[in-house]
């Protein structure tokens, strides 16, 4: 466990969801493992983690997807008439050079089919309250496996601490991802990272939260989709109140003309769907 | 009721959700009081009405809003613990030269909150199927109350026919609304729409659809954020592996890279969830 | 229509779902056809309907019903493994000198199997409110195709009326019918029902309820389970509440205690759970 | 960590959900505190884990229960207006020799409110798969505070091992409950417990299920409550299926006509629907 201190950056790398490292070699079981803890001195239970990710850089030239889309996406006809292809070849083939991905072994008319490198990272964790010990395709207010698109090189995560040095995780490198990550996975490889951590001393939010140069984001994890907007809307809610001092009626006034919602995630354990608001909106609050 | 041509163009206004025209003259009940139906020569059950708003303007410079956000989106104990003011003035002036809304009687920290102004169309629907009659609050496969603030101008939204003559109405035309709808009342006023109506004969999915420049849309209406994931990611599936001659593995590679859904409406009876594509990417089929 | 008086009973017959009557003669179109209008005078909105059912009798010898679980209500994996006989025949022998139902062909497994008739109304509904017009399947505020295996011959059923008269309907006999509906179908037959009318003036709930010698039962129809669980246990505690004068701990006392619920509905376009309280627990209570 | 063999019966006890044992004396934190584990020699993950509950008797006079109704079960509009009592006193006295629980300090209306004795487990549980650890308020596949009231005397529990010796845990006993655990806690007291162990070797659902005199139970643990109806359904379909060799249209007209379902637990971190079959419905399976 390497302990690091508030202000401190780490370069590290992650192996994909597989357990395999950039040049290929299999460093672990599969099933998104990762990389940590980072132990981080002076974090207590009631403080919150903030991990700014200032580099995410893929370091090899392969990924590979599902190539299916989960069936808690779809109706229960289209589960019932579809028939895949077992041979389908779901390996790609990543040119960072022109920063695009494009299947290795393309069907026909998936022959220039090709898809933008958005390097970002499923899961960014730590310890999970109570002692409690999930498997890493999990989430929660912890963070974990949220696989939200968003958490790419210069957004900033801020999670509950819940055990001393917090005990930071990382893994699950996504090359690109749609909304959702409906396939169950993603563009899988491995990936360089740098990140800087701090800690907000005695102040902790109970659901993890994310910002960038653009938005304000109140990740919203919950058991079911409407639970999820409801953490959500309820966090940002909070935090335009708390932060910037609205009352219910300013938030309600602010949020009903400026929120977003994006669908980070529904294919596992639980699902994720973010709140947001921009920067800019923020910027006419006085 | 107006009878029109397939290929014609009609310029009509529309009164906002309480009845009110750009005049403030009362011209109906409240409740999302429609402009129809217009009567569609040759459209018959089992063809599609293709309506593209050519212009969506507002005709006069205020608007309404809600001032709390509805407790469908949030969570219990935001519930139990928010007071609201109840002499919260939630009136907007609509500045159309400079293209922003502002609250008429400001509290002291919105005094500088502006809203981009976006007209868009909160209702555009056909007659519903089996001789069915709902509320224009209500929504469904016929389209109706959809509150999906990418209904504006120069969108083209499909519908479904179920009686002869399709029976089109628009209505509750919002000046600007963030995701969901989220206070109820997004920013009601009245607005000038200028349409053009198309058919296509004897081809006809079960769900409303969109396109502007950019997109694809799938709109899927159902009863719960779940289900409603379920019908618009089908529906784009469908429409990928129809009109794109996509294989279901293919389909999925494409709406695993590159699907967005939207979170259109969380407020009605029914909700809405959008699942779209952007034409960037389907140039890529070959 | 036919106008009847507060008090009055009523003797009448329903055909089944397909709209075949006793005698085999199809009388409608299918899609549960039901038996009424009945305009009872005095009836207006705000007022509560009270129709007592006095007997509920088969009056034929055969019934069919579904033969494959609603997808709904089954796991993605199963739906797709699962291959059904198409030839697999579902219809029935109503035995009502043995009060049993068995399959009239059956296969192997079940040549034994037979079902106790316990003969139910499917459809009992009021006008909807808002001069709104749904199919036959539907269920909602005002009743309607509710399915639920208690509301049996010594049944009352409350309705809340939205429009002068009430406009009372029956229909969609089954002669037996596990909870929830889960083939789509129950054993759909014809029935004799007789029933006695009253009126609670200037007194509605906003949902149906229903109450036989053992129960009050309160019925909670909404777009997802979770919020049928909620209306049903928000009604049944207001009814405790206010015809029993507790106060909310002493209601929450009770429910904790006491409360039971039935899975009436989970296939229709709307879902149904009843929270029921005995009359034994009632008679504790000062 | 006591070891057993399968065949043995153990007699042992357990503390309140609060810690607090048969004389009063607080014996561990709160929070379903567990008896247990028992390693069970032979037990290997694929097997299942039979529990049979001969004895489950009261051993004090005195319980606490909860006094509101969770939000979660309840309409936005109620947990706005609802104002509780903060002094109510929910402590119940236990009168073993009647066999009825009263409240200790009654108010009022409650003064003659009597509660059948019915004592269950609310937790029983094996360790979870992959290793990981949940706090004891949480259920899934592997059991735990699954809080069914027919978890009785008589009842046998079956288990999924996922861990050599399974790891058996039993706590969290209840002197009486209605259906889903509404006010959070139940009557929460301490009890005595015998019980007696088996194996089913290489032989493994996915599930909790449970079996008494009268019923076959499928015990469907989920995120929310249509995928714990789907969990039960599926599960007691496959079970028809397996071990009493119906075809799928077979299975669906015998849970067509005979499924009974409870809602079991709806306040938890997970649901519980349990979806069962009568002995005597199974008797008329050939």
Not at 160 to 183: C, K, N
Request: glycine share 10%; net charge negative; hydrophobic share 35%.
């Amino acid at each position: 466990m390497l302990h690091i201190f508030p202000g401190d950056t780490v370069r590290t790398w992650t192996v994909d969801a597989g357990g395999v490292d950039s040049k290929g070699v299999r460093r672990s079981l599969g099933g998104n493992p990762e990389t940590g803890p980072f132990y981080i001195e002076g974090a207590f239970p009631g403080d919150t983690l903030v991990v700014k990710l200032n580099r995410l850089r893929l370091n090899r030239d392969s990924a590979v997807s599902g190539d299916r889309i989960e069936p808690s996406a779809l109706s229960p006809g289209y589960i019932q008439s579809t028939k895949y292809d077992d041979k389908f070849d779901s390996n790609w083939v990543l040119d960072r050079e022109k920063g695009i991905a494009r299947l290795k072994q393309p069907s026909e008319r998936l022959k220039n089919y090709t898809v933008k490198l958005q390097p970002m990272l499923g899961c960014i964790a730590v310890a999970p309250p109570g002692h409690q010990a999930f498997r890493t395709g999990f989430l929660g207010s912890y963070g974990g496996n949220m696989d939200y698109n968003q958490i790419r090189e210069g957004t900033t995560v801020y999670l509950p601490v819940s055990a001393p040095g917090a005990l930071l995780f990382v893994g699950d490198g996504h090359a690109a991802q749609g909304d959702g990550e409906l396939t169950g996975d993603a563009l899988e490889t491995s990936m360089q990272v740098e990140f800087t951590v701090n800690l907000i001393k005695g102040k902790s939010t109970r659901n993890p939260r994310a910002e960038n140069d653009d938005y304000l984001m109140s990740l919203g994890i919950a058991n079911s989709l409407p639970e999820a907007v409801q953490a959500a809307t309820t966090d940002l809610a909070n935090w335009l109140q708390r932060d910037y001092k609205l009352e219910p009626n300013e938030a309600a006034i602010v949020l009903g003309t400026a929120i977003q919602y994006n669908i980070a995630e529904v294919v596992d354990p639980l699902v994720h769907v973010v709140a947001k608001i921009s920067k800019e909106t923020l910027a006419k609050l006085k």
